[in-house]
């Protein structure tokens, strides 16, 4: 999934939410950052190192391109529309929907870890804890 889709879907799921797109992308680049750290770094792969919005932003610019690719390959893609709305119901207030939003956007991180653990060998002194 891109950026400009993950963005566009999660302002369908929330409409005339009042945030920036830079307050969103702020929100892409710490997801892929954790996504990277709790599950990526820990297999033996370099399938994923030129993709995510913590990789592809420019810091000099502060730009990350609408059609930069993210981190979570399909069918696990969803994380991110998901874990937008759900940063957006949280700094509403709405926490019932914040709590729904985030259940299904770890739903979806969790399938992904699961299949990282199938697919690629783990890092050397790598212990799985998720």
Same mark, same amino acid.
Request: hydrophobic share 40%; charged share 25%.
């Given at each position: 999934?891109? /950026?400009?889709?993950a963005i566009?879907?999660?302002d369908?799921?929330r409409p005339?939410n009042? !945030?920036d797109?830079e ?15 709790s /599950? /990526?770094d820990?297999s033996d *792969? *370099?399938? !994923?190192?030129? /993709?995510? =919005? ?5 810091r ?5 391109r609408?059609?930069?690719?993210l ?7 969803s994380?991110? *529309?998901?874990?937008?709305a =759900?940063?957006m119901?949280? =700094?509403?207030?709405? *926490? ?5 939003e ?10 992904f870890a ?7 060998l783990?890092r050397?002194?790598t212990?799985?804890?998720?």
């Open positions: 999934m891109t /950026v400009g889709k566009e879907t999660a369908k799921l005339n009042g !945030f797109r307050l969103k992308i702020l929100w892409l680049r710490q997801a892929d950052a954790g996504l990277r750290k /599950v /990526v820990k *792969t *370099t399938d !994923f190192d030129a /993709v995510g =919005a913590d990789i592809l932003y420019d000099e610019q502060e730009l990350l609408q059609d930069a690719e981190l979570l390959p399909e069918p696990y893609d994380y991110y *529309t998901h874990y937008l =759900a940063q119901d949280a =700094a509403l207030g709405e *926490t019932d929907r914040y709590a729904n985030m259940q299904l956007a770890n739903e979806n991180q969790q399938e699961a299949w990282c653990r199938h697919t690629y783990p050397m002194a212990k799985w804890r998720y």
